[in-house]
């Protein structure tokens, strides 16, 4: 009888347990960041090492600081507790690429939040692109955690460039992600739109050092062209292309 009992009790906590980590998915999925965070952390204690807890856990707390940031308050605390959720994933389960993808978009979040508080973006951008090639080496085949990257080297050369440095090799970089994934997946125009971002900004950078951009002009009107071809009725796409022949 009282191996009976305590059998019932567990299974009680489980089922409990299920039921507030339901809930907490529900929550998420609300936009109730806070309350998902307290439902998950009463599963936590019957679950300590479940991975999907940790990983909305992980989620909950990016979405909850970014509520904070979009509310004018300081994100940044609470994009750290994201951080460390999802560094703690990754020394478990190294080769969860979608955690690791998520890592790198707080580290992201995380530049933006330094800037608002009068800080240097670049280390945390530098911590995302970490971030992105170990989700890139653990899944290679995704297309979009590349495409994440090299907007992320745009960013960092957006700011190298504000600080007088030289952007081009992080331009460069950029460049080589997303020649592979417009290679692979020319149909899908996001990717090929973040290109020509990329593009400009590498035209002016080679203006500004001395060098020819000719090539990249080349490539960024042969890029727009491609977008009103493929999308002829996008008012963005012409007017780009009416900008560029009248240089």
């Known amino acids: 009888r009282l191996l009976s009992a305590v059998a019932e ?10 039921l507030r980590y339901a809930r907490g998915r529900v929550r998420l999925l609300m936009g109730r960041f806070d309350d998902g965070l307290v439902d998950f952390a009463e599963v936590g204690k019957a679950w300590p090492r479940h991975h999907d807890l940790r990983f909305y ?8 600081a970014l509520d904070t940031g979009r509310a004018g308050g300081d994100s940044f ?3 750290n507790e994201a951080a460390l959720e999802f560094l703690e994933i990754a020394e478990t389960w190294p080769l969860d690429a979608d955690s690791l993808n998520i890592l790198a978009m707080v580290y992201g979040s ?5 800037e608002k508080r009068g800080e240097d973006a670049r280390p945390h951008l530098a911590e995302a692109i970490r971030a992105y090639d170990r989700a890139v080496t653990a899944n290679p085949a995704r297309g979009d955690y590349k495409g994440n990257r090299a907007g992320t080297w745009l960013e960092l050369a957006r700011r190298m460039q504000a600080k007088g440095e030289d952007p081009r090799d992080a331009l ?6 997303l020649d592979g994934i417009v290679a692979g997946e020319p149909h899908y125009l996001p990717f090929r739109e973040l290109r020509v971002s990329v593009l400009i900004a590498s035209v002016q950078a080679e203006a500004a050092a001395g060098a020819n951009p000719q090539a990249s002009s080349d490539k960024l009107l042969a890029d727009v062209d491609e977008l009103v071809r493929r999308a002829p009725d996008e008012p963005r796409y012409r007017e780009w292309q009416t900008r560029l022949r009248k240089r």
């Open 172 to 177: 460069q970089r950029a460049l080589l992600d």
């Open 110 to 114: 995380r530049a933006v939040a330094a």
């Open 57 to 64: 856990t992980g989620v909950l707390r990016f979405g909850a």
């Open 77 to 79: 605390p609470g994009l």
């Open 9 to 18: 009790v567990a299974s009680m906590r489980v089922f409990r347990a299920q």
